[in-house]
């Protein structure tokens, strides 16, 4: 072959390389499975097994201010309202987690969650959202470590920072269990409870962004509406007025 010919062909295979690793099935790494799989049996081979919200890497900065001076709150709470008027009001869990949860006041003031979606939804597991790409590869511009309290628990209503498998890496994705699960305590920042509207969590449209999973669950689609989206999140001081 030609040495110029050879050249060419090269070129073209190195510039093709980063592609294939971007692909839709390769750019968010499997997470270990769970303990507890969705039959009840523990099988980390097992593809129906819960697993850990887990965002691929966070954008580079741009958009909030990580430096954003938030106002203070004596007992912060975030009202999430969604698109179609329905609200998930979250207790913030400052006394525990104070630095995740001014991370997440931050993000708010500055309306960041404002249009965001809840792309990944398994019923019995969590509602994961706070992606602004929609598709849960993306994050604020910076990343957050790893706060976990004994008094803070995965249970029914929990709310918890997504993270890569590096545990300093939470940016600002989030989820919202549907039940307990032991398995995440203390490997994931939990830093709020719903205290109101979690009947409109369990309304969420099931579905996710990312094709092995749809697989794993058995749904050739997402559930007609997906993706529920965040219409505002705003934070106000103590319990609001119903």
């Not at 060419?8 to 692909?23: E, I």
């Not at 919200?53 to 580079?60: C, K, L, M």
């Not at 001014?102 to 959202?129: C, S, W």
Request: net charge negative.
């Amino acid at each position: 072959m030609p040495s110029c010919v050879y050249a060419m062909v090269l070129a073209v295979v190195v510039a093709l390389a980063p592609l294939a690793a971007c692909s839709p099935e390769t750019s968010s790494a499997e997470l270990p499975a769970a303990a507890e799989a969705v039959d009840g049996k523990s099988d980390a081979g097992d593809a129906a097994a819960d697993v850990a919200p887990e965002p691929p890497e966070p954008a580079t900065p741009a958009g909030p201010d990580p430096n954003w001076p938030i106002k203070p709150y004596e007992d912060p709470h975030a009202v999430i309202t969604m698109v179609g008027g329905a609200q998930v009001v979250v207790d913030l869990e400052k006394e525990f987690a104070p630095k995740t949860v001014e991370n997440f006041i931050r993000l708010a003031e500055q309306k960041f969650y404002d249009g965001t979606v809840f792309h990944r939804v398994i019923p019995g597991f969590m509602a994961q959202g706070g992606s602004p790409d929609g598709q849960g590869a993306d994050g604020p511009g910076w990343t957050i470590d790893l706060e976990i309290h004994p008094s803070l628990r995965h249970v029914r209503g929990s709310m918890a920072m997504a993270r890569k498998p590096d545990p300093n890496s939470a940016g600002s994705q989030f989820y919202i269990c549907y039940a307990p699960k032991s398995q995440l305590d203390d490997q994931y920042a939990v830093f709020g409870t719903v205290k109101s509207g979690m009947d409109a969590v369990d309304d969420f449209k099931y579905g996710s962004t990312n094709p092995s999973e749809m697989r794993r669950q058995g749904w050739d689609a997402p559930e007609a509406g997906y993706p529920s989206t965040i219409e505002s999140v705003r934070i106000v001081d103590g319990p609001p007025s119903s």
